[in-house]
């Protein structure tokens, strides 16, 4: 169902056209630009990579899309159950693979429990937990806090320090380098080319881990916003637990939004922030758009502004110390690259 009256003004699209148009440029850089045979997506369970997936088999068809669903200790069984209806629906080859065994032999687990034992000492392995961010929406310096369970239910929360806090990020990044390195190898073997899933607000803010789930030879729905992306599933009748489940990072033992992680506002909320940021809008109409006070609308505009600064050096190819001469351009679409061949 082509469903659009749940979405904000500012975010419809012409829904028809935009799948026609997306897997147009798809086959256009596959042929022109790649030169590749086909696609491998890597499926998660929510619905930016099940629109990716959706839109690959739009582009090429399901004879040329391998799908890869890559569970680990902490993941969610729902999330591999979402993903195995995503790829039945859609009739894609795919493979399922545990990677919680590389990641053990690479000290993944350990150099995070590491971490989070200096925070709680009584801490071990069969407790859970997570990072939340709190103070940026209500106008004090983003700060992060640990969460960890007990077997037995109960919950402790301190703040976390900025050494334990890197290294915690440092040992989960693993998890989504390792997928990235599994859809390369499926790539190279099939001589397809690996499709990135980040929607705009993700790509924007920096919210993707570099030579993870950042890399990637095409990135399809990085131009859409995580509302248009939800609308998009609902026109292409996805899975309705698929095109209706809320985002999460699945990467944390413990259940955790991507709000409590990384935004601090809830995915409808930071797509009108950005919109309103990239029109230019001014702290009274943010915070009279999503109802915030003036105060927390100015807060959520320089947190973007910050987040981009900081997070700028994971778009960036490596740096050279001189410019070398020679056929390599930067990234660009595919119409763009041949305009410049």
């Not at 209806?85 to 399922?96: K, P, R």
Request: proline residues 6%; neutral net charge.
């Amino acid at each position: 169902m082509n469903d659009t009256n749940r979405l904000h003004d500012v975010f419809r699209l012409d829904f028809e056209a935009e799948v026609d148009r997306i897997a147009a440029e798809i086959r256009q850089q596959l042929r022109t630009t790649l030169r590749r045979r086909g696609l491998v997506v890597a499926i998660s369970g929510g619905v930016d990579s099940a629109v990716c997936a959706a839109l690959s088999v739009e582009a090429v068809g399901p004879r040329r899309v391998f799908g890869l669903l890559l569970p680990e200790r902490d993941s969610s069984p729902r999330s591999l159950q979402l993903g195995r209806s995503l790829v039945e629906q859609l009739n894609i080859d795919f493979e399922t693979v545990d990677i919680a065994p590389t990641l053990d032999a690479i000290g993944c687990y350990t150099w995070r429990d590491e971490a989070i034992r200096a925070v709680f000492p009584e801490y071990d392995s069969d407790w859970k937990s997570k990072i939340t961010i709190t103070g940026g929406t209500h106008g004090r310096f983003n700060h992060f806090r640990l969460v960890v369970t007990a077997p037995g239910g109960e919950v402790k929360e301190n703040r976390l320090e900025h050494k334990e806090y890197l290294q915690i990020v440092a040992a989960t990044n693993f998890k989504q380098r390792i997928r990235k390195t599994i859809e390369f190898f499926h790539a190279d073997r099939l001589n397809y080319a690996v499709v990135g899933t980040p929607n705009r607000v993700e790509y924007d803010q920096g919210f993707f881990v570099k030579n993870g789930d950042g890399s990637a030879d095409l990135k399809p729905i990085a131009h859409l916003y995580k509302t248009q992306v939800y609308a998009l599933a609902r026109h292409m009748r996805l899975p309705q637990e698929v095109a209706s489940a809320l985002p999460t990072t699945d990467t944390y033992s413990m259940p955790q939004g991507q709000d409590e992680f990384y935004y601090a506002l809830p995915f409808d909320k930071m797509d009108l922030a950005l919109w309103s940021h990239n029109h230019k809008k001014s702290p009274q109409q943010l915070a009279q758009l999503i109802d915030l006070s003036h105060e927390q609308a100015e807060s959520v505009l320089r947190d973007i502004d910050s987040k981009r600064q900081t997070t700028a050096p994971l778009h960036w190819p490596p740096l050279l110390i001189e410019p070398v001469e020679g056929p390599h351009t930067k990234p660009t679409t595919a119409k763009e690259r041949i305009a410049s061949n």
